[in-house]
């Protein structure tokens, strides 16, 4: 199991672009547009969304918005009160023992990919707490379609290298975390804060209590900078707000860490 691509949710899909194209140092590598060329407008539309996927290395970071009301997108920017964390995504190497372990659980799967080279389930937040979460299994481990076909063309490592990590907003940390263990066959234990987190393979997943006027999502993101100092410059001089080792763009809290 790996943390393997983050998306975001933004109101103005553009403007967080830029912020995360001129402080992260990384670059776009699908966009809506290769999307429909690829998997036809039909699905494309079914999600009412226009996005960016951005390659970190060999991970990813995607920042959607929702194209039209009344889609689940619309709604869960209305639900978490502005620009957000949205869904964390795992590559597993065993869909069906996941599905399985849902299964078992009684979690609710929302979506499963109609992709013939990628096998991804959906399950649904309320049931397992924080966030949208979807197990995915490429027929190639090294690939990842949902970043189209040519993403090393447009991969970076100057600036940023990785994505290790990803901060959950839970009602229920330590529940949430229970759940997520189960499914992603991880055991949970405890960060240096006392919050509860799950380590993968590569990667992990905190769960913590965060803002109480916010509803449950993701709510930070963990980058492998070179130069964290720079990182955090270049983002002053966009006036993003700036504390300690994070930056907050679209709404998330980016922890710089450096590759060491």
Known sequence: MRLRQVALIAHDLS??????????????????????????????????????VFVVGDTFLEVISPRRDGTPAARYLELRGGDSGYMVLVQTDDLDRGRARAESAGYRMVWQSPLKDVRGVHFDPRDIGGSLLSLEQPEDATEWPWAGYNWRAAARTDVTTEIVGVEVQARDPSAAAAHWAGLLESVVSANGDGCPEVVLDRGRVRFRQGDPARAEGVCGVEVRCVEPAEVLRRARDRGLPVTEDRVTICGVAFRIMGTG
Do not use: K, P, Y
């Open 15 to 52: 403007s967080v672009v830029d912020d995360v194209r001129s402080v992260l140092g990384v670059e776009v590598c699908l966009t809506i547009a290769d999307e429909i060329q690829m998997w036809g407008e039909e699905m494309v539309d079914e999600f009412g969304i226009s996005n960016a």
